[in-house]
Nanobody
Framework: QVQLMESGGGTVQTGGSLRLSCAAS????????IGWFRQAPGKERELAAT????????YYADSVKGRFVISRDNAKNTLYLQMNRLKPEDTAVYYC?????????????WGKGTLVTVSS
């Protein structure tokens, strides 16, 4: 059974940091492109960051570039998102996603999400 389980969400003050994790199971994690999406209240889900299968190539949305760092540990089947200098507009449910090609072309597996709240 395929599972993507996010953790690490919570409430933090503006300027603070959080580290999200996504534990994968039930599929060949190292063979998939992985990414983090987020959905703010009343808004559509958007792509925040992606990372290639070998972890070499990363992509960041302009809104998080320079503040967030995506990484993966294929030995632990785990994806991470280090979020620094958080802003109230970063408040959202953060979802882990996996795709055999690219998460920008279509997602094969979704996690259930973890809520991040940034207070001003």
């Amino acid at each position: 059974q395929v599972q993507l389980m996010e953790s690490g969400g919570g409430t933090v003050q503006t300027g603070g940091s959080l580290r999200l994790s996504c534990a994968a199971s039930g599929f060949s994690f190292e063979g998939y492109s992985i990414g983090w999406f987020r959905q703010a209240p009343g808004k559509e889900r958007e792509l925040a960051a992606t990372i290639s299968m070998n972890g070499v190539t990363t992509y960041y949305a302009d809104s998080v570039k320079g503040r967030f760092v995506i990484s993966r540990d294929n030995a632990k089947n785990t994806l991470y998102l280090q979020m620094n200098r958080l802003k109230p507009e970063d408040t959202a449910v953060y979802y882990c996603a996996a795709a055999i090609t690219s998460v920008t072309l279509g997602v094969d597996y979704w996690g259930k999400g973890t809520l991040v709240t940034v207070s001003s």
